[in-house]
């Protein structure tokens, strides 16, 4: 078995309305992983990542990056776990669009010249270079988007959350953030996906895992267990499309 670099042990994690928490879950990722984690609204998924790079602290239970804990270098856990929100106008500070993904790595020093050569690497490789100059408030939402996974892969993480990436994007600009999140994967990133929309990326994914009422329900590999998706309240898979399965996974 694959080793993994990610292991939660038993996190639980409360509001004070006693509604959206979760309990109990234990969960390991390998790198190179491509898990996709469904549920129903109110499931726990959001509370879940937030946890992963330390945005939630979990009331029990532990976390840890290649055996160490993520709370004892908050800065390391957040450059090796990177986080793209269902809404990407909250996660822009950028008066352009380079200033944008210049931020985290002005934040930790970088020298200036490979804050410059990273930054316009990235940019380019996302097909937002052109746009340099420009406010971001300017992008459509699918550049949007795209926008903010610049911001984290020139941090270099190794694990990309994303959370609901495909929320209120029209078809191309759907396509082609799954094009690009593809090409993520490809190179060796390791991905967890939160969505709804498991019909986008099921075959592109190693595992799937279910969420209901604050527990992981299901898990296994995405071609055996998205067949089942129905039985926990989600849109039913539709199977018109070959997936590659594997046996193996985490515990």
Known sequence: M???????????HGYSDGEGGIFDISFSMARGEFVVLAGRNGSGKTTFIRHLNGLLKPDKGRIRLHGNDIFKDIIRTRQTVGMVFQDADTQIVGETIFDEVAFGPENLGWPRRRIDEKVAETLNRLDLLRFRDRHPATLSGGEKRRLTIAGILVMDPELIVFDEPFANL????????IRQIKAIHREGKTILMATHDVDMVIEHADRLMIMAEGKIAAQGPAGKLAPELGRFGLKPWCACRKIQESDQWPA
């Open 2 to 12: 694959t080793e993994s670099f990610l292991d939660i042990d038993g996190i639980s």
């Open 170 to 177: 029209d078809f191309p600009a759907t396509q082609d953030l």
